[in-house]
């Protein structure tokens, strides 16, 4: 096949997989045997790319010839001022705008210019290029000190043929950049917006949105165990403390809490004031009713002992303890967008949606740390005391409520905090 059709057919290709959202790790790996298959001498691809996301700077990703497969890896912002991140050829062609950039990997002079050079030199390589395009975005990169417009990606291929590569394959790999360069900031850009809504929305919310539930009243009913925390003494806490140390107690508060729920499987669907409503959905084969009131019930203990663990700790610092109630219940609700137009909020609403608040209020007057429903305990395997049918607030009928066994009362001082 002539090189001109070659490279032609690889670009559309590139293309396709950016439309169809490929696997960025299987399409540098596929990259790189297309290559090989049409004459062209790779041994080693590098691709790298900025990322806008709210913990990772950059992506990483190197396919070689020897083994056939891509090492993918994530750099953290942080990682991004470092003196090793800003001595690779990534950071320099990036700050300095430069588009294209040869290097003579047979030539030991050439290679000074850069530690990653010594060492491709070393392997066995002879000549080194990297094309970088970029995304046009006009925001600086603050965390990794580069100024706007220098968000993008860039590729480099290597080769160890004596003589390195032929001016046509330089000129013909230099144009797959812009195919590149759109792959890389198609699957980046996805992944960014798989993990702001996994972030801000949680994992099966995140996904149902990708999945086009975006409008308003889109919904459905779905079975599940409902969660729900709260802070005792907020209002009193955050007269008293500083800005920072209240929200250092909130974070503490939410590790217990929230971080037990996503460790157990549970979804938290949103942050009411100091309030965390979460759900845990059946599913009859992958996530039996008994299973996730198990995992809900697990979870109630989780948080408590993470309360411990981070109270004995706030002693030492002379901090006041946190404190929290919870409730648990289960039932139908409903699973959709509520708002407006404009602003919508993915959530649960519904009777069982109120009536696991109203649970949570109970621990209060009932001096337990968790308070169940009979809905709850019907599902549960596992042993809850009755402590007959309570009043709560906002309900006409009297709640019927479950202790847990072995978690120990709330201290009344405590307890009848709001």
């Given amino acids: 096949m002539p090189e001109s059709l070659l490279f032609r057919g690889i670009a559309d290709w590139l293309l396709d997989r950016a439309l169809h959202d490929g696997d960025l790790s299987e399409t540098v790996r596929e990259l790189g045997r297309r290559l090989i298959t049409g004459g062209v001498p790779v041994c080693r691809i590098n691709v790298d790319g900025l990322l806008l996301h709210p913990v990772l700077g950059a992506l990483d990703m190197t396919w070689d010839m020897a083994s056939d497969t891509c090492r993918s890896q994530s750099i953290p912002r942080a990682a991004a001022k470092s003196s090793q991140f800003q ?97 890389v900031k198609m699957a980046s850009d996805r992944n960014l917006a798989e993990v702001l809504l996994e972030t801000y929305l949680g994992t099966l919310s995140g996904r149902s949105v990708l999945a086009g539930l975006v409008e308003k009243g889109d919904g459905r009913v779905i079975d599940c165990a409902l969660w729900f925390s709260d802070l005792r003494g907020s209002t009193t806490l955050a007269a008293q403390l500083s800005i920072d140390d209240y929200f250092a107690t909130i974070n503490d508060y939410f590790d217990c809490t929230a971080g037990a729920v996503i460790d157990h499987g549970g979804e938290v669907l949103k942050y009411i004031g100091d309030g965390v409503l979460a759900i845990f959905p059946f599913e009859t084969t992958t996530r039996p009713a008994a299973e996730m009131c198990m995992a809900a019930m697990m979870t109630a203990r989780e948080a408590l002992s993470r309360a411990d663990c981070k109270n004995k700790m706030r002693a030492e610092q002379g901090i006041d303890p946190i404190a929290f109630g919870i409730g648990l219940h289960a039932g139908k609700v409903i699973y959709g967008n509520v708002g407006t137009e404009r602003r919508l909020d993915l959530t649960v609403t519904g009777p069982a949606a109120n ?60 307890a009848a905090q709001s």
């Fill in 355 to 414: 009536e696991v608040t109203r649970l949570e209020s109970l621990t209060k007057s009932l001096s337990t740390p968790v308070v169940a429903s009979r809905a709850f305990d019907d599902l549960y395997q596992g042993d809850l005391v009755c402590l007959g049918r309570q009043a709560a607030p906002g309900i006409k009928a009297r709640i019927e409520a479950f202790a847990v066994p072995g978690i120990g009362t709330a201290a009344p001082a405590i």
């Fill in 87 to 183: 001595k690779a050829p990534f950071y320099q062609l990036v700050k300095h705008q430069v588009r294209f950039q040869r290097t003579r990997l047979d030539d030991p002079k050439a290679c000074e210019q850069f530690p990653l050079f010594v060492m491709l030199r070393e392997a066995g390589m002879t000549d080194y290029i990297a094309c970088y395009e970029s995304y046009g975005r006009a925001d600086p990169l603050d965390w990794a000190d580069l100024p706007a417009g220098t968000e993008g990606s860039m590729v480099s291929f290597c080769t160890r043929r004596i003589g390195g590569f032929s001016r046509s394959e330089v000129d013909n790999l230099r144009g797959l950049s812009v195919a590149i360069a759109l792959t």
